[in-house]
């Protein structure tokens, strides 16, 4: 008598799928650690949007030892896999047919029945958590060396509302970096290759600006760091921040007394007309 081993040799399992094949392969391989000793080969088939596709596949598959586990969205395109497999003898595993019959008898509605949707989905949502984690990365003037890959770059004093703009167009899905300007303090050399329509300089009234840093002031104790907040240190700060703005040609925009979501939607704008790029990146 052979062993399990031995009786499995050559045997394969085809996952045809009309996306990447992902999710079945991590199926159909948890469901294979339930048969210890077993010599199985898997292998996906991905991105069937055609019914040549399809017999190319079945082609292939010529012999009882092969089985195929199946995604297929589109109906019609399911139902011919199912009708060749049958024909030539090949045993299929419906994964995704009788998930959705289920699911559209129990919400009464029908499904898309279109091919990627998760992917998409799901890539929007990476795309917001590499914008956030990039945002948190270059924040205050951290990893200059590498603001040549942020698409929007904000440039303001302290206590103008930087970091929570940072963070708040990272969730939109834009990769933000963000340089306090710090009068008689080098900005990074590497500012300088960034293209200067990708710069947004923070402008802030005087009086707002005054009551952000007393309230940090109070928040760390501090209250004895006289030129930080300071009415004339913070008007010579505000006035030569602005002379600097200006001489590099950097665009600028009034964050006084405005929601972060006005200010926010206002550079996006600024940005999109500029590079044809979306304005709400998880839209």
Same mark, same amino acid.
């Given at each position: ?61 010529? $012999?009882?030892? /092969?089985? #195929? %586990?199946?995604? *297929?969205?589109?109906?019609? @395109?399911? &139902? ?5 497999? !049958? ?107 960034? $293209?200067?329509? /990708?710069? #947004? %300089?923070?402008? *802030?009234?005087?009086?707002? @600006?005054? &009551? ?5 002031? !109070? ?65």
């Amino acid at each position: 008598m052979t062993n399990q081993t031995q009786s499995n040799n050559f045997k394969m399992i085809y996952i045809a799928s009309c996306g990447e094949g992902i999710n079945a392969s991590h199926l159909v391989e948890s469901t294979l650690v339930q048969f210890p000793g077993s010599d199985i080969t898997v292998v996906k088939v991905p991105h069937i949007r055609a019914e040549s596709q399809i017999d190319d596949l079945v082609g292939r598959v010529t $012999d009882v030892d /092969r089985l #195929i %586990a199946h995604t *297929i969205v589109e109906p019609k @395109l399911r &139902s011919y896999l199912v009708k060749k497999a !049958e024909q030539n003898n090949i045993v299929t595993i419906d994964l995704m047919g009788q998930v959705l019959d289920t699911i559209e008898t129990f919400l009464g509605l029908p499904p898309l029945g279109t091919p990627g949707l998760y992917r998409e989905t799901h890539q929007v949502d990476l795309n917001q958590v590499t914008a956030i984690d990039f945002a948190l990365a270059h924040d205050d003037g951290l990893k200059p060396e590498s603001l040549e890959d942020a698409e929007i770059v904000l440039v303001g004093l302290s206590r103008a509302g930087k970091t929570p703009l940072s963070m708040y167009m990272g969730v939109m899905g834009w990769k933000v970096a963000n340089i306090p300007y710090v009068p008689g303090v080098p900005m990074p050399s590497t500012l300088d290759k960034v $293209d200067r329509r /990708r710069i #947004i %300089a923070l402008n *802030i009234n005087i009086e707002q @600006l005054l &009551s952000h840093r007393k309230m940090r002031q !109070e928040s760390l104790g501090t209250a004895d760091m006289h030129a930080y907040s300071s009415r004339h240190e913070v008007e010579e700060e505000v006035k030569n921040a602005q002379k600097y703005y200006i001489t590099r040609g950097f665009s600028m925009i009034d964050v006084s007394n405005k929601p972060i979501e006005t200010s926010a939607e206002e550079i996006a704008e600024m940005i999109t007309r500029r590079f044809k790029a979306k304005a709400h990146r998880t839209d």
